[in-house]
């Protein structure tokens, strides 16, 4: 599960773009999990994320935020535009101490800004090598720095190109095509604030 | 995935949400491409369709392997492996799946968006069997293995389809280079894409040992990646 991993764009681009997610080991700590999990969002939420989900239930655009936190199981996500909000969630989950793994994406320095911030240290880091292979099969990288947010691919080429033309046509706002694609990304790890400004840029060329 | 075509009024809105593109007009019903659908039940759980055409059905083996790869709300039946892969480096804080001086490295077929016949996952797997790396155990790509020195698939699901499916290994930073030239060579005969990722325990000054030579081989580490932060309980004391 590299779920959260491989999310393209520009440094700009990509320093509004956090994934925290949290959960247990099976056959470590994974007896009564669910409490901490939803602790976790509880935590979260209090940090106005831009999505949070759970994958045996879905994301707040699915549900409501409620819905989700009280689902919390196996793995939860939160997604975040500001490093601040990193450091803050960080800092209030060492105090409460849930003994659940918890693992940040983002741009290194700026996910080490925040740790540091919490006093907190990197433990293990997932690299992404990039994509191999056929790439010309790919689609443009405009479009991939928003389908990439959602690792299990959910989110369709074309139904980002179709949210674009609808914007164009002003026949809706890029944060109400963002909410169309949100949806589609079960875990939550999508960032709508992010993609909303993607396809702005993309409808205004 | 099927679209009653005695209910399907052709509005056309669910042809954008397939990630696949495997939905089309064939004349005035929408229509679904079994052979290129990989199962995801993204067009059944957007609710898009205004009147309920879309049937979720469940399939056989070795069909079912398209939805256990691509489906992420389902659980693998075949491989009783939740997800397309291991916690990896998610949990690694108390499990110690990576100690120093070795490194995970994980082909996912098919992402982003391109999709995978499980031929082409058996070749990167085959190419990094050869490369020396030992596959990860409770993974669902190898327990599809029949021969897990090999990399050889089961042969019939080769032709099946799924959006994405990860081979998982494990390795020595030593081995980097070998694994390396067997993904270089493999990637150039294949009829999709992958996404590669390696996983390390990092020094206490930020480091990894990966990176150097990972630099010599003139391949680049995004700036953006995961990490775990060392919260989870009791933390995995590795012995020196």
């Known amino acids: 599960m590299t779920h959260t991993l491989h999310r393209r764009g520009t440094r700009e681009s990509l320093s509004e773009d956090y994934v925290m997610l949290c959960l247990p080991a099976v056959g470590v700590n994974n007896e009564g999990h669910a409490p901490k999990l939803k602790k976790f969002l509880e935590i979260a939420t209090k940090y106005d994320p831009v999505n949070i989900g759970t994958i045996k239930l879905g994301n707040m655009y699915s549900h409501s935020k409620e819905e989700v936190v009280k689902a919390a199981e196996a793995v939860v996500h939160a997604v975040f535009v500001k490093q601040g909000q990193v450091a803050d969630v960080l800092k209030d989950l060492e105090k409460a101490d849930l003994g659940m793994s918890v693992v940040v994406s983002g741009i290194f320095e700026k996910v080490d800004e925040c740790l540091k911030k919490a006093g907190l240290k990197h433990h293990t880091a997932n690299f992404s090598l990039g994509i191999w292979g056929k790439t010309e099969r790919l689609p443009s990288n405009e479009i991939l720095e928003v389908t990439t947010m959602c690792g299990h691919a959910m989110v369709a080429a074309n139904l980002v190109r179709e949210m674009v033309k609808e914007i164009k046509a002003g026949t809706k706002t890029p944060e109400d095509a963002a909410k169309v694609l949100a949806p589609q990304c079960a875990c939550g790890i999508f960032n709508p604030a992010r993609a909303a400004k993607l396809m702005a840029a993309m409808a205004a060329k | ?240």
């Open chain 2, 1 to 240: 995935m099927k679209i009653d075509p005695e209910l399907c009024i052709a509005c056309e809105a669910c042809l954008p949400y397939c990630p696949m593109a495997a939905i089309s007009m064939k004349g005035d019903v929408a229509t679904i491409d079994v052979d290129e659908c990989v199962e995801c039940g993204v067009c059944f759980r957007a609710g898009v369709c205004p009147v309920d055409a879309f049937v979720e059905e469940v399939h056989e083996w070795p069909r079912s392997v398209r939805a256990a790869f691509s489906n992420p709300l389902t659980v693998h039946k075949e491989t009783r492996v939740p997800g397309r892969g291991t916690e990896e480096a998610k949990t690694t804080d108390v499990t110690g799946r990576f100690k120093r001086g070795f490194v995970g490295i994980t082909a996912e077929m098919g992402r982003p968006g391109v999709g995978v016949r499980f031929y082409d996952v058996e070749k990167v797997a085959q190419a990094m069997a050869k490369s020396g790396v030992e596959f990860a155990h409770d993974n669902p790509v190898t327990f599809l293995m029949v021969d897990k020195s090999t990399g050889k698939l089961k042969s019939e699901i080769l032709n099946e389809k799924a959006c994405s499916a990860m081979i998982e290994s494990i390795t020595t930073v030593e081995n980097i280079p070998a694994v390396i030239k067997a993904l270089r060579e493999a990637a150039a005969q294949i009829e999709t894409v992958f996404t590669l990722t390696i996983s390390t325990k990092l020094e206490a000054d930020g480091s990894a040992l990966c990176e150097k030579p990972l630099k010599k081989l003139n391949v680049p580490l995004y700036l953006n990646g995961k990490v775990n932060v060392g919260l989870g309980r009791p933390l995995f004391k590795e012995e020196s």
